[in-house]
């Protein structure tokens, strides 16, 4: 991590700040458990060592405030990020369970390691404009704030089912892939958003 902060005697001043991070685990189970994990195969829990859900490898921000005159403030700030990494699964009948280990769904497709595909990045920009009026030995600020002031698209993390399982007469299964909806994103981040602001300090 690295980061740079500079103040000038004009009320002008920038922070920035860069990490570069790798999260390496073994597939950590549901809920945050850290003393267990989830796995296709018991007698091979080396398979699920893979990169973490929480893995960034880049992260960066920008961040400027500037006091002028008369008590105006200009603040903004750039946001960016790489992005994270997920597992292709299976999805269908008997609720994707491929290696039968009786749990319905969470089932890694086959011919993949754990978390061997990486989601969208994002970026956004964050900027305000405030008007500070002192009183008394307190402040009253106001002005508006607006947020992904560009209106970048920052897509969550997209469709993980690689493969539908489906039952066939026999006791078959069959495996059917890939689906055309695989890593493409069903959800975003909030789009731009604009907001008046007023605040008291005391």
């Known amino acids: 991590a690295v980061q740079v902060n500079k103040r000038y005697s004009s009320g002008l001043q920038f922070l920035s ?46 961040a400027a405030v500037w006091e002028l005159a008369h008590g105006w403030r200009v603040n903004g700030i750039v946001k960016a990020g790489s992005g994270r990494p997920y597992t292709a699964m299976i999805t269908g009948d008997s609720g994707g369970d491929l290696n039968g280990n009786g749990s319905r769904g969470g089932d890694r497709a086959p011919f993949f390691g754990s978390n061997t595909f990486i989601g969208p990045g994002y ?45 066939v007469q026999g006791g078959i299964s069959r495996l059917d892939g890939p689906l055309p909806s695989f890593g493409k994103p069903a959800d975003a981040m909030r789009s731009r958003e604009l907001q008046l602001v007023a605040r008291f300090r005391f």
């Open 17 to 62: 700040n860069y990490t570069l991070s790798k999260l390496i685990d073994r597939n950590q189970a549901p809920g945050n458990q850290i003393l267990c994990w989830t796995s296709d195969n018991v007698n091979d829990v080396g398979a699920e060592r893979g990169l973490g859900r929480r893995d960034q490898r880049h992260r960066v921000n920008f």
């Open 123 to 167: 970026s956004a920009v964050d900027a305000s404009v405030q008007k500070v009026f002192s009183i008394e030995g307190k402040s009253v600020h106001v002005g508006i704030e607006g947020f992904n002031l560009f209106n970048r698209a920052n897509y969550l993390r997209p469709a993980a089912e690689y493969y539908t399982l489906t039952n």
